[in-house]
Structure formats: C-alpha cells, structure tokens
C-alpha cells in the first residue's frame, strides 16, 4: 500500500537512494499507520466495552502504542532529512536509527504493561461476553494489521529502512495476539473456559519479543556495524573497473544515517605511474562512488612494485609462511623501502576479530619468520581485522 501511495504522493519515487525519497517513504508510512491504528483503538475499545475482556482492551492500549510509534517514526524520517550544519557536519541521518530504538522501547514499555495488567486479571477473572459485533471487530483488526504488515515490509525492502522493518515486525505480532484475543473470548463465551487474563500474558509476551528484535536491529547501525559482503564487493568491483588499478583493501564505511555514507580506501597503483595521472585516476574512482552510493569517498595511494625480483621472492615467503601460520591469514600493501643503511619490508596483516593470538603475539612470530628469509631487513608490519567467513 505505501509504494502504491508513493506513486502519487513522492516525487521521482523510484529514486530510493535519493534521501528526500527515501524520507517521503518514512513520513508516508507514519502517517498511514496514525490514520490505521487510531481506527483500530476505536473500534478494539468498543468491542472491550461490549466483551469486557481486558484482552481486548489490552489490545486496544497495544495498538494506542503503535499510534506513538508511528507519530516517532514520522518525525525521525522527517528529522534525519535535515542538511548538514555546524553542529552535525555528516547531517541527521542517524535520526531514523533513534526514531527506530524509541519505538522499540515504546513497545517493550507497553509489552510489560500488558503483561502485569493480565496477571492481575488472571487472579480475579471476570465473565467475558462475546457476540457477533465483537467477533466482526476482531476479524477486521486483524486483516488491517496484514495489510499494515504487507505495507511496512515492502517499503522497508525498497528503501532498506530497519524503521519500517520494526514497524512490520509490530504488525505482524498485533495480528498474531489478535487473533489470541479472538480465540478467548470465543472460548470463553461458549465453552465456559475462561483464559482472558492468559491471553493478555501471552499477548504481552508477543509484544515483547517484538521490541527487543526491533530494538537490536536499530542499536546495531547505531553502535556502528560492518558493512555487509556484498556492499564491500560491490565497492571492490566498482574500484577494479579503473585503468591502472591493481587492488583494493582496507575499505571502512562510517554509517552516519540511511544513504548518508562517509568510506576510505586503499588502492594500490603501479609505482612507476607518474603522479598526476594517479591523482587524476583516483579523483574519477570518488566521483565514481560518489555518484553510484550517495556517500564522500577518501582514497589512499598504495605504490606497488611488482617488477621488482626481491620485492617478488618477499611476497613468495611471505605467503608461505603466512600459510604455515594459519591459511586464514592473508597479507596486502607489501613492499620495500629502501632507507640509509637497510631495507624497510612493510606490509599489512588480515588478521580475524577473536584471534587466537594476540596482535604483539603474531608479530613476534612473523618478525622471526621473515628474517630466516631476510635477516638485516627492518619490518613495518600492520594488523587489519578483518572479518572472515
């Protein structure tokens, strides 16, 4: 439904990594979901009066969360829009990211709520009346979650919004306790088996879970997260596609906010390439990424020397004794510098998160290593962490 809507009320709607864009998703789906869960509180609280099931009032109280979630929602999309200034020179981007935990909070707060008012109602259990108004309220409740559902996860998928993706996760969960709802109080009312208060519990516990996944899905970003493989490969073959390119490593992306991206790089060049033509080839790389990922890209000039015989046999035992280390290892930027009276070996180390060795630990053990090899040689060796697979 919202990229149906976005088709009428976004402008250039298909240019989802256009921040406006991708902000007019947002605002769109806050609103539809104030419009939406404000009906549902409506009718749920008539049906509670009718039934005088506290499920159904619980419910009710979860869908008055969800309007306060959407109203969140709506005004972080619209924040995170902002321009840069002074004060937040990479824009507010990570607004949508607050805007996310705070929804996510708001139905924890609300998931423990329901939950204390059930056990109160499971200890002194009242008669609950049920008739066709009610069952027809419940059934409509429910097949407006499933649209809401549909909505938010497809426009999450579109903008990859971990807002949206909440707000779905929330619906979902509604749909599901609703229908708990419905099953008390049917049960209740022809059965004799009254399980209101248990169904608001387990309505509680629905509403709960929902807010803890939410909430670690927008901590993460906010924490400050790896960029997916995917994205790091795109950006790979992005740089490779460029004459005189012979690698690329050491790629950090900073996430300040949904299309707001800041990522620095290494490339390595051939060491005899005059200098202005490297200047000149990595400023079409950043224009390049620029315009491909919205973000500010930093590159760093690697000079390798490859014709060089020594520099060759380094790398050769350089890689086999890696090899013998741990295959996982895996090296890059190798070469040698040469100072006054030595030779400087440098090179970076990739070396996974949680090693089993310490960093000075692995360095020993290299430094020995490569001086069977090289015994004046100076080394200059780097750790990377990097994550392996």
């Not at 493989?229 to 690329?248: A, P, Q, Y």
Request: proline share 3%; hydrophobic share 45%.
């Amino acid at each position: 439904m919202i990229c149906f809507l976005a088709r009428f009320f976004i402008k250039d709607y298909k240019r989802v990594e256009d921040p406006v864009v991708r902000q007019g998703y947002g605002i769109l789906s806050g609103a539809l979901g104030i419009a939406l869960n404000l009906i549902l509180v409506a009718i749920k609280i008539t049906a509670s009066f009718i039934s005088g099931s506290i499920a159904i009032f619980s419910d009710a109280l979860n869908n008055l969360s969800d309007v306060a979630s959407c109203v969140v929602t709506l005004v972080g999309f619209k924040l995170s829009g902002a321009e840069a200034d002074r004060e937040h020179p990479f824009g507010h981007g990570r607004l949508e990211y607050v805007a996310g935990l705070i929804v996510s909070l708001l139905i924890i707060l609300m998931g423990v709520e329901l939950i204390q008012g059930s056990v109160k109602k499971l200890l002194q259990p009242e008669e609950v009346f049920f008739n066709t108004t009610v069952g027809v309220i419940l059934v409509i409740s429910i097949l407006i979650k499933i649209i809401m559902f549909g909505a938010n996860l497809q426009a999450s998928r579109v903008i990859g919004s971990a807002t949206l993706k909440s707000t779905a996760l929330d619906s979902i969960s509604d749909v599901l306790s609703t229908g708990i709802v419905l099953a008390s109080v049917i049960l209740s009312h022809f059965y004799g088996i009254n399980i209101d208060g248990v169904a608001g519990i387990i309505v509680g516990i629905f509403i709960l879970k929902t807010g803890i996944d939410a909430a670690k899905d927008t901590i993460n970003p906010l924490l400050g997260e790896p960029p997916s493989k995917e994205f790091i490969k795109e950006i790979e073959e992005t740089v490779m596609e460029h004459d005189n390119i012979l690698g690329v490593h050491d790629i950090v992306v900073h996430n300040y906010g949904p299309s707001r991206i800041m990522m620095s790089l290494h490339v390595e060049v051939p060491d005899h390439l005059n200098i202005v033509e490297v200047h000149d080839a990595i400023d079409h790389i950043e224009k390049d990424l620029r315009t491909k990922y919205h973000c500010t890209a930093v590159i760093h000039m690697d000079p390798v020397n490859d014709s060089d015989r020594k520099t060759r046999e380094v790398k050769r035992w350089l890689q086999l004794v890696l090899e013998e280390i741990d295959p996982v290892l895996k090296f890059h930027d190798c070469r040698i510098v040469k100072d006054h009276d030595h030779d400087r070996v440098a090179f970076d180390v990739e070396v996974p998160y949680k090693y089993e060795m310490t960093d000075k630990e692995l360095i020993e053990v290299l430094t020995e290593r490569i001086r069977e090899f090289e015994p004046k040689c100076v080394l200059d060796i780097t750790i990377d962490k990097a994550e392996k697979e």
